[in-house]
């Protein structure tokens, strides 16, 4: 059974501190320098597959601008 999880970025509240960034045991978040939130900070987002939704980067979250998801997937 393989695990997938994703995150959502609350913009409004994300201030591209990076934290969940050195936080995240995946390595699969960065800032997206390409992009800009409402209040000019970069966001966080996720670069490459393999995030677990473990939550770790939620709960570091200073702004509680991160909502983890996670679904399980059963090989038939
Ligand atoms: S989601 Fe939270 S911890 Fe991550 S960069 Fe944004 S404000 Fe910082
Ligand atoms: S839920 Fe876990 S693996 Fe996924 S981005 Fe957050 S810290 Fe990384």
Redesign the pocket.
């Known amino acids: 059974m393989a695990i997938k999880?994703?995150?959502e970025v609350d913009e409004l509240h994300c201030k591209g501190c990076g934290l969940?960034v050195a936080?995240?045991?995946?390595n699969?978040?960065s800032l997206d320098m390409e992009r800009l939130t409402p209040k000019g900070y970069h966001p966080v987002h996720?670069h490459a597959d393999?995030?677990?939704?473990?939550?770790?980067?939620?709960i570091v979250c200073p702004d509680a601008a991160?909502t983890?998801f996670r679904e399980a997937k059963i090989k038939a």
């Open positions: 999880g994703w995150i969940c936080a995240c045991p995946q699969v978040m996720l393999g995030c677990t939704g473990c939550g770790i980067c939620a991160l983890v």
